[in-house]
């Protein structure tokens, strides 16, 4: 029973890592992409203040949290040393990743908008 609820733990590990890397470098992009627009005259100082602070914050919270998680389930609970547990978290990561990989592209572009497409 320990094994199955470590197995699980880890898929769940699993899922939620990508979801968290994939947000914090998203917010990362989206940070650039405001600089990128305001050199080229295509965003205004204020906009772009915004876009990077909520960016920012953004990624730094998904950032902190993503190390947490491993953090706590390395460290504090000692999990993710079976190769039962590694198996799991990678069949934890393919469905989000699938999905992150499909919609990243029209993400990407949504970081590129510019004031007068708000």
Request: net charge positive; hydrophobic share 55%; charged share 15%.
């Amino acid at each position: 029973m320990e094994q199955l609820a470590s197995a699980v733990l880890a898929a769940l590990l699993g899922a939620a890592s990508v979801s968290l890397f994939g947000r914090t470098w998203l917010a990362l992009l989206g940070s650039l992409a405001a600089a990128i627009l305001f050199f080229r005259g295509l965003l205004s100082g204020r906009r772009c203040l915004a876009r990077m602070h909520g960016h920012l914050a953004k990624g730094f919270l998904c950032g902190l949290l993503l190390a947490l998680a491993f953090r706590v389930h390395l460290h504090t609970l000692g999990l993710g040393t079976s190769n039962l547990e590694q198996i799991c978290y990678f069949l934890g990561c393919l469905p989000v990743l699938l999905v992150f990989f499909r919609n990243a592209p029209g993400r990407i572009d949504d970081l590129f908008r510019t004031d007068a497409e708000d």
